[in-house]
Every structure is written in structure tokens, then in C-alpha cells.
């Protein structure tokens, strides 16, 4: 059964049972005997977005250009103003095979924005005071003090803190090698059954020598953040994937943002498919099994990712995010304005950032996010506007994709004259399914 006619039945299913709303995160066609308990997520509320609030035809051909010039499948965009959702719209197809267009409610893998989320987490516990940013991570006095963990190679891995894990200084050695991207030979070098996890990842980069001392240089690391996701499971005795949703995006109002899951077979029922431009060459399966798999489909263990690169999201809920975390006094923030300026001090790719990829010193962050089929961007501007957008494609510019994306959407940006007083963040499920995200 296709997706499409899945969600045709997920809508019949709410309209029947009146106020009792509906979770649409199946997984697959066999797990839809799910309870009916979740409420309807936010970007099931929204059409398709252009003309019916404002007139937004030069965002759309900007847009339309972007994805034609690069070869990209499909993208959802999603556009706030002073805290109001005033722009959320699909682009291309989420299943170009089944003719399926992309809609506002449909998930994409969004990479290392994922860090963005473990890092919010994060700082709410330390708000909460259930851990410092001093805290060290290892070692008997650690935060993960399992005895596993208490052979190091290398004695300045006990002096690795929180805040080393957030702004990628603890030293970790993966200049050569990204240990994530690595548990087939990391289950071998450690003598586990393929793949090894995380747990098994750690005790391996904690045999080897650190690259530097920790706090003095910066090196990019999905290790780190993976260890972040093991420090909230650690302190909060829940799974990472529970917590965040439980004390991050449930308050918010965000029901639709999961770990994704590595295999076609096992995406969620309305995440979009996922293309390769260039070299579609198939490599060995992460998870052991000897089968050769296209890189998008088992290539990477997307589980695994987690905390680090592994949440799937639509952009209308990716936004709502952002508008709780950017300082503005237009929405109430989730975060202290300690906490949002400690996360965002710094100019530039620097070690001092928290979550967020880079700023400029004039008041605009950013975050990316790119892996094999999928690419992300979220930017955070001065003027109050913050923007989100996914793309289902891999494109040979790899993460240069995001200069180009940028540069498009200040220029689609600067075609609106007047920007429209509906926020769709508070659009309420209607009876007759007009304001449902729907394509017939």
C-alpha cells in the first residue's frame, strides 16, 4: 500500500474518532495498529503554503531554480517572522518513483542539525543543574563512570569535560577517520559482533592516543556528540531519543521529530526518499551482514548517529524549534538568554560555538547538516526571520551545497515586500481537512 493512501486512512481515522488525535509516525504499513493517543503534529495542520497567505511567487521560482540548477529531488521549506510561522511549502517530489510531491508534513534526515537538538538538551539540564559544563565526562568522579569506561590510553582523556563534548575540543583522534562512520572495523579491532556500539566505540577511542590536549584545539566530532546523547540517557535514566522529546520538543509542541532509521524498508511513513546525484556505487552494509547496499539505504547506521546525526524532522517542526531557541522576545524561548548567548558567543566556525555551526558577529546563526541523501539548513537572521530547509538529494557540491542554498534564499528573501500576519504555528486541525497538509 502506498504511502499516500496510508495517510488517506490515517485521516479517515482521526475524522471518525472526533477529538482523540492521531499519531501518523508509523514506521511501516504493519505497525499501524499503534494507539491513537498522540496529537496531530503541527506540520499535519498546514497546506502548501504561497499565494492563499501572501504573495510568495518569487520565493517559489527562486526556490524552483535552486532545485532545477542543482538536480535536487525535493525540498521543504518552512519561513518564520517575529516568531510566526508565515511560510511552509513543498518543492519536487518526496517519491519521485511513486509521483508522491513533497508536503510540509513529510520527514527528512537532517544530518548534524541533529547536534543543534543534543545541544539544547544539554543546556536544559544544566539549567536544571543536573550537570555542569565542567563536569568530567570520565573516570571513577565522571559522568559515565561504568568501569568500562576507566581505561584510557591516554590519561588527559580524564580531564575531558561537558563543554569540551559541546565545542568539539576534547582531542578525540578522528583527522583520519570518523569512529562513527567506522563499527565494522571497530567490531573487529575490538573482537565484537558486528556492528559495534556505541558503548564499544567509546573504550575504543579511549584505547587510543588523544590528538590533543582537551579544550585546545578544535577538531569536528560526531564522537562527541554521540557521548553527549550517552550523558543524557546517563543523568536522566531515559533513553536519548525519549528524553528529548519528553523535556524538548513535547513542551514545545513538536510530535513528529524521531531517530530515523537506516533501511528503506524501515522509514517512517511519511519521510521522503532519499537520491544520490554523481557516484551511486553500493558499499558493504553497516550492520554486518556482508550485503553490498546503496549508501543511503544501509550504508550508515542512522541509529547509531543519534544524538550526533540521526533525527529525522519536517521543517514546519524544525522552525518551531528554532523560535524557541533564538533570542527573540517575539516567542517565549526555552532556554535562558545565558544559555542562548553562551551557546552562540563566538564569530565564526569557532570552538566557542554550542550545537550551532557558525555566526557572524551581526546577529545570524547557522546550522547544516549534510550525509548521503540529505542535506539541511537552518539560519537564524538578525531582522527577526529565521528559516528552514531540506533537501532529499545528494548533489556533487556535497556540503558546498549550503553556500549555494544560502545565497538562494536571500535572494528569495528579498522578493517579499510585505510579509503576511498569519503564524501557522497556531493553525488548529479543521473537521473538513482543508488546513490538513494533504495532496490529492
Known amino acids: 500500500m502506498k504511502k499516500k493512501s496510508l495517510l488517506t486512512l490515517g485521516l479517515i481515522v482521526l475524522f471518525f474518532l472526533g477529538d482523540i488525535a492521531v499519531s501518523f509516525s508509523f514506521k511501516k504499513e504493519s505497525d499501524r495498529n499503534i494507539p491513537y493517543s498522540e496529537i496531530v503534529p503541527l506540520s499535519y495542520r498546514i497546506p502548501d503554503i504561497s499565494k492563499d497567505v501572501f504573495n510568495a511567487t518569487g520565493v517559489d521560482s527562486v526556490v524552483n531554480d535552486f532545485l532545477k540548477r542543482n538536480n535536487i ?3 521543504s521549506l518552512a519561513i518564520s517572522k517575529e516568531g510566526r510561522l508565515v511560510y511552509a511549502k513543498g518543492f ?3 517519491d519521485v518513483e511513486d509521483s508522491i510531491p513533497v508536503s510540509p508534513y513529510h520527514l527528512f534526515r537532517i544530518a548534524s542539525v541533529s547536534k543543534l537538538i543534543t545541544a539544547v538538551t544539554v543546556m536544559k539540564l544544566i539549567e536544571e543543574e543536573k550537570i555542569s559544563v565542567n563536569d568530567k565526562v570520565f573516570g571513577p568522579r565522571g559522568i559515565l563512570n561504568d568501569t568500562s569506561m576507566f581505561k584510557y590510553a591516554d590519561n588527559r582523556a580524564g580531564e575531558i569535560t561537558v563543554y569540551h563534548l559541546l565545542n568539539h575540543t576534547a582531542g578525540f583522534d578522528e583527522k583520519k577517520t570518523d569512529l562513527i562512520f567506522n563499527s565494522l572495523y571497530i567490531a573487529r579491532k575490538m573482537n565484537v559482533e558486528a556492528p559495534a556500539d556505541l558503548s564499544t566505540i567509546v573504550q575504543y577511542a579511549l584505547g587510543r592516543q588523544l590528538q590533543t590536549y582537551p579544550g585546545k584545539n578544535y577538531h569536528y566530532s560526531n564522537l562527541g556528540y554521540c557521548i553527549l546523547g550517552m550523558i543524557i540517557e546517563k543523568v536522566t535514566g531515559m533513553a536519548y531519543e525519549d528524553y528529548v522529546q519528553f523535556a524538548v520538543l513535547h513542551p514545545l509542541g513538536i510530535f513528529d521529530m524521531h531517530i530515523g532509521r537506516s533501511y528503506e ?6 519521510e521522503v526518499r532519499y537520491y544520490e546525484n554523481g557516484n551511486t556505487s553500493k558499499i558493504w552494509a553497516f550492520d554486518g551482514t556482508k ?7 544501509g550504508g550508515n547506521n542512522i541509529e547509531l548517529l543519534g544524538a550526533a546525526g540521526g533525527w529525522v524532522a519536517s521543517a514546519p517542526e524544525l522552525a518551531k524549534l528554532v523560535v524557541a531557541i533564538d533570542g527573540f522576545d517575539s516567542r517565549p524561548d526555552i532556554l535562558s ?4 548567548r553562551f551557546m552562540t558567543q563566538a564569530i565564526g566556525l569557532s570552538r566557542k560555538l554550542v550545537g550551532w555551526r557558525g555566526t557572524d558577529g551581526y546577529g545570524n546563526w547557522w546550522r547544516t547538516g549534510t550525509m548521503s541523501g540529505t542535506s539541511a539548513l537552518i539560519m537564524r537572521q538578525r531582522n527577526d526571520i529565521n528559516w528552514v530547509v ?7 557540491k556535497k556540503s558546498r551545497i549550503h553556500n549555494d542554498l544560502s545565497h538562494t534564499m536571500f535572494a528569495a528573501l528579498r522578493t517579499v515586500n510585505d510579509w503576511p500576519a498569519v503564524d501557522l504555528f497556531d493553525l488548529e486541525p ?10 490529492e
Not at 265 to 270: A, E, F, G, T, V
Not at 291 to 297: C, D, F, H, S
Not at 337 to 340: A, D, F, L
Open 73 to 75: 529531488k525535493g525540498a
Open 92 to 94: 519536487g517530489w518526496a
Open 265 to 270: 524498508s524501515d522509514l517512517y511513513i511519511n
Open 291 to 297: 550485503k553490498l547496499v546503496p549508501v543511503v539505504y
Open 337 to 340: 538568554e545565558n544559555s542562548i
Open 390 to 396: 531540506l533537501l532529499n538529494t545528494t548533489t556533487p
Open 430 to 439: 479543521s473537521p473538513s481537512g482543508k488546513n490538513l497538509a494533504f495532496n
